[in-house]
């Protein structure tokens, strides 16, 4: 996780219960956050866009801003001293980001200190400021914006709105790629109607952020060689025309989502800001806007927010919206669900200590405000665990529950190891390969005509995990392609899980398979069949092999395998030598056997 640190003068002079050090760091670890502890920042600062960069006193200068990219090295008179700074370094809360300034993170402690019971509100008034959205940005369609006037800046507040703006990037913008924010001087933009559309990477020039306004770049030239461009480029070089932000009178306000221009930069004589949010998901874009300008407003009592008018082709919205969102909870299963003894009024008081509204309408539930910039509650348990922390984790008495269980290992488990142990003795290691696979990897390299009844990914990291694998096979066949420059033979086996879909309640169900793969110049489909007569003899049953045609043996080299004991006999799986056009697909150049068994029937389990 990375580490923050807040300065401990900006946050303890906006909270009136007067702590100690010591006590401070208690009351953050009860909150949830992992404090490091107090530590002195030096401060650097970057010439060309004024961005103040923080290090510890055993860390050596920087050497890049994190803003512009400017290269120190290159041009030592770029860096200045800026003095140090008393913090205390937390590392960040994911799941808090309204809580990673000195702003956000007082609004917490006056609640959690009980100063004020109420949920914070925000004034937000109209303004004339709009931005119009181009259809044509399928790729980023959703933007939110608000105006802040009257916030009064110096150095300290630079560096927490900069840094704010960095951790929400990484945060909620899963480093800008669900969303990215852009904060400019209100002055130096021209006229209130915006336009938020798409560019060619060649069709307009600007200054970026950190270069004199004489130095223009086309936006493909910012992507392959401004360090920022370099480190964004990915979210954007897959597209014909990339997101940008123009004022009313086309001056480039950002290349959206890599660097602001030199023309609209903050500087320590800005008072008044104009703020966008750009993203994928129109819900993490208002959260993110919602999270920022609130701690704008938290740092400087005397700022005023003011909403934009946003004109998508086939609606108009109007931002920020600080409305709160509405929860219920019931405050019986609040305390049974915590084991604690919390009364209604109990419930009601820590949720308010956390920031929310209650509304006890006296009946069964209780009715939540959870403010706008709390991204974290989506569901009842998530109010319950914002109860547990009011109520403190280290104030419930840990007790034994009344009744007692013994665990022991699943049948099935001690079955798969006594498998594993009669393979081991064979001379097989076990290996462990992905559950995800491609439908390429489970039926085409191995000949198999493709079947229906598989698990798909709905939205898949990669092309190479696009289903849940329905053989072990392909898995062992890569594993022995991994490692041709070991000495053969080579011999590894599998138990694991296979999925298909089914008619069951949650449409799907796991078999638990035992395959095993051997490589070498001496294999063959007898000496697999011995291994696959041993094993079934460890439980009891007596093999028997049909012929087989699966396209993924050599012909006549495939059978199917069946268990027999007594009048019993049922099917397990298939045997064979993986045909020659299947081993050059994996550069095998020695026969490979394999086989692949049920295991669940195998074991009767």
Not at 102 to 108: F, N, S, Y
Not at 129 to 157: E, F, T
Not at 311 to 328: G, H, M, N, S
């Amino acid at each position: 996780m990375p580490v923050i640190g807040i300065p401990v003068d900006l946050l303890l002079e906006r909270v009136k219960t007067q702590v100690g050090r010591d006590q401070l760091v208690e009351h953050l670890q009860h909150l949830g956050c992992d404090v490091e502890g107090y530590a002195t920042m030096r401060r650097f600062a970057c010439g060309p866009c004024g961005n103040l960069m923080e290090i510890t006193e055993t860390e050596n200068p920087p050497v890049l801003c994190d803003r512009c990219g400017a290269d120190f090295k290159a041009a030592p008179d770029g860096l200045t001293a800026a003095g140090e700074k008393d913090v205390v370094r937390m590392e960040l809360l994911a799941v808090r980001p309204d809580m990673f300034d000195p702003g956000g993170l007082a609004r917490v402690l006056r609640n959690y200190f009980k100063e004020n019971l109420d949920s914070p509100s925000y004034p937000c008034q109209a303004s004339d400021y709009r931005v119009a959205v181009s259809a044509d940005l399928g790729q980023r369609p959703y933007i939110s914006c608000a105006v802040v006037r009257n916030l009064k800046l110096d150095d300290d507040k630079i560096r927490v709105i900069m840094k704010l703006q960095e951790n929400l990037h990484w945060a909620l913008g899963r480093d800008r790629k669900r969303a990215s924010i852009g904060v400019y001087d209100l002055e130096s933009l021209q006229g209130s109607h915006f336009r938020y559309s798409s560019v060619g990477p060649d069709e307009l020039e600007f200054a970026p952020l950190g270069y004199a306004a004489e130095q223009r770049w086309t936006p493909q030239r910012v992507l392959a060689e401004h360090p920022k461009g370099v480190a964004y480029a990915r979210l954007l070089q897959h597209l014909p025309r990339y997101p940008i932000l123009l004022d009313e009178q086309n001056q480039v306000m950002a290349l959206i989502p890599v660097i602001n221009s030199e023309s609209t930069k903050v500087s320590k004589a800005s008072t008044n800001f104009f703020i966008d949010v750009t993203g994928l998901e129109e819900r993490i874009v208002d959260k993110t806007l919602n999270t920022i300008v609130t701690s704008m407003l938290e740092l400087d009592p005397g700022a005023r927010l003011e909403s934009v008018t946003i004109e998508y082709p086939d609606r108009v919205k109007v931002t920020p919206d600080l409305a709160p969102q509405q929860a219920t909870l019931n405050p019986d299963t609040a305390a049974s669900r915590l084991g604690i003894p919390l009364d209604r009024a109990g419930v009601v008081e820590c949720l308010r200590r956390m920031g929310h509204g209650v509304a006890d309408s006296g009946g069964g539930l209780l009715d939540v405000a959870v403010p706008a910039y709390r991204n974290d509650i989506l569901h009842e348990v998530d109010l319950i665990e914002d109860v547990a922390i009011a109520y403190g984790y280290h104030n419930i008495v840990p007790t034994l529950v009344p009744t007692l269980t013994v665990g022991y290992e699943q049948p099935l488990e001690v079955k798969a190891q006594a498998a594993r142990a009669g393979l081991t003795g064979l001379g097989y290691l076990e290996v462990l390969t992905l559950i995800l696979s491609n439908e390429e990897a489970q039926y085409d390299f191995l000949g198999r005509p493709r079947q229906q009844n598989h698990v798909v990914i709905q939205h898949p990291i990669s092309q190479d995990q696009t289903m849940v694998r329905v053989s072990l096979l392909p898995g062992l066949l890569d594993t022995l392609s991994a490692n041709t420059d070991h000495e053969l033979p080579q011999r590894i086996f599998e138990v694991g899980n296979t999925s298909t879909l089914d008619d069951s309640e949650t449409g799907a169900s796991e078999h638990r398979h035992l395959a095993a793969a051997a490589l070498g110049p001496k294999v063959d489909f007898g000496s697999m069949r011995a291994v696959a007569e041993a094993l079934l003899r460890e439980f009891g049953w007596r093999l028997e092999t049909r012929p087989s045609t699966d396209p993924a043996f050599l012909g006549g080299r495939g059978a199917e395998v069946w268990a027999v004991r007594g009048t019993t006999r049922i099917q397990l799986g298939l045997l064979g030598e993986i045909h020659p056009q299947w081993l050059d697909h994996y550069g095998l150049s020695h026969p490979a056997a394999v086989f692949e068994l049920d295991f669940a029937r195998l074991s009767g389990v």
